[in-house]
């Protein structure tokens, strides 16, 4: 049998997304670059180098400064190096990086964390207007172009070794929204728990960092 790291490698390197975007929309597609692709095979090996069941935590989709560069979903490089122990030619690190490892830390640490979940997103690539990031929710046109390839891709991802009771949304109501209107045509899962989304926590309620780490950790440790 595939070891998940096997599967999510090949995952990865065989997204082929649709070329064309409207309204000089680009893709953001670090796995296109062979640096990223041999981080991301270190990284998946590390962490999911058998064939245990995990629970999907499905943010929005990358943005520039995490996964738009590490290839790796709300992991920075900085994440990379110091928590994970991963080097990395790379450098940086961003708001919603630095949330889910801290709520990371207090599950139990990266190793424990990894062991039960798998964190993906909506859309497996990001998007960039004028040099800023988009969210696939935010432009309709957008969404009618990508809507199958997002399917597809989810898809395939629940084929996997991915608990189907229990899906959990990062990123409040729109992320949460459009997956539970894709969900009530492809019972992909029984249930989608919605948690707000990192960079609102860190960007506007980082005094109450230890509430919302609190209020993730009481939806994980429900499994």
């Not at 990223?36 to 090996?45: A, N």
């Not at 988009?134 to 070794?161: G, M, Q, R, V, W």
């Not at 249930?191 to 939806?219: A, C, G, T």
């Amino acid at each position: 049998m595939n070891t998940l790291a096997e599967q999510l490698f090949r995952f990865y390197t065989n997204l082929n997304p649709p070329e064309n975007l409207p309204d000089n929309i680009l893709w953001l597609y670090p796995q296109q670059r062979q640096d990223v692709l041999d981080i991301l095979e270190v990284f998946l090996k590390k962490y999911y180098s058998d064939d245990h069941e995990r629970i999907l935590l499905l943010g929005i989709n990358p943005g520039r400064y995490g996964a738009g560069i590490t290839g790796i979903n709300f992991t920075a490089p900085k994440q990379l190096k110091e928590i994970c122990r991963i080097e990395n030619p790379f450098s940086g690190t961003e708001l919603s990086a630095e949330f889910i490892y801290k709520m990371i830390e207090a599950y139990g640490g990266v190793k424990e964390f990894y062991s039960n979940f798998f964190i993906g997103s909506v859309c497996p690539l990001g998007f960039v207007q004028n040099g800023k990031n988009l969210n696939y929710y935010d432009h309709k046109l957008l969404l009618k172009a990508i809507e199958p390839f997002i399917i597809k891709n989810l898809t395939k991802l629940i084929s996997f070794n991915i608990n189907r009771e229990i899906c959990i949304c990062i990123g409040g109501e729109k992320n949460f929204k459009y997956l539970s209107s894709l969900n009530n045509r492809y019972n992909w899962f029984q249930e989608i728990v919605s948690l707000p989304h990192p960079r609102f926590i860190m960007q506007y309620n980082r005094k109450f960092l230890d509430d919302y780490i609190n209020r993730y950790l009481n939806v994980l440790k429900r499994k």
